[in-house]
């Protein structure tokens, strides 16, 4: 019995640290050596003399066995929780540590982008400036064509 108490006792500390997840295993365990204790009584009052027993008491001890079962499967979840937990967690830190590797291998692929859009940017730059030289020197060429055109014309003139 003083285990049990000790074992409250650390509950409440336990729950005082506001560590819930810890004092609920802590709780389970100390209901589970309650239901083994129950358990075992309940088999000694079956074994008693080979006595019946009345509704009530074997209703009792039937609740007790029930909540017996259903401490251990709250015990088995909250593991089967905790085991889930670190799972997700493991995967989550691999996650990251991939996420940190994509981004190292794209700075440079980022970087590059960037030159090269810079690079475009210049090069239309020099496109459109070497077409605006293109569409003067057409029309330089039109208007020497119209002078040399007159010209022809005067001396044909004179001629």
């Known amino acids: ?3 049990l108490v000790d074992k409250a006792e650390a509950r ?3 729950i005082d640290s506001n560590d819930e997840a810890e004092a609920m295993e802590v709780e389970l365990k100390a209901e589970a050596e309650l239901d083994v204790e129950a358990e075992i009584e309940a088999e000694e009052e079956m074994e008693a003399g080979g006595r019946a027993q009345s509704p009530r008491s074997t ?3 039937r609740n007790r066995m029930a909540a017996a079962r259903m401490r251990t499967r709250q015990k088995q979840h909250l593991e089967d929780l905790e085991q889930r937990k670190t799972e997700l967690e493991q995967r989550a830190a691999e996650l990251e540590e991939e996420l940190r590797e994509a981004q190292s291998r ?3 692929l980022t970087q590059s982008i960037e030159n090269l859009t810079s ?3 210049e090069l239309t730059s020099v496109e459109n400036t070497m077409l605006t030289g293109i569409d003067e ?3 330089l060429l ?3 064509e119209r002078l ?4 022809n014309i005067t001396r044909n003139i004179l001629n």
Not at 148 to 151: G, Q
């Open 1 to 3: 019995m003083e285990d």
């Open 12 to 14: 409440d500390e336990i």
């Open 148 to 151: 040399l055109r007159d010209r």
């Open 137 to 139: 020197c057409k029309s």
């Open 119 to 121: 690079m475009i940017d």
């Open 59 to 61: 209703r009792r001890i």
């Open 106 to 108: 794209n700075n440079p």
């Open 142 to 144: 039109l208007n020497l």
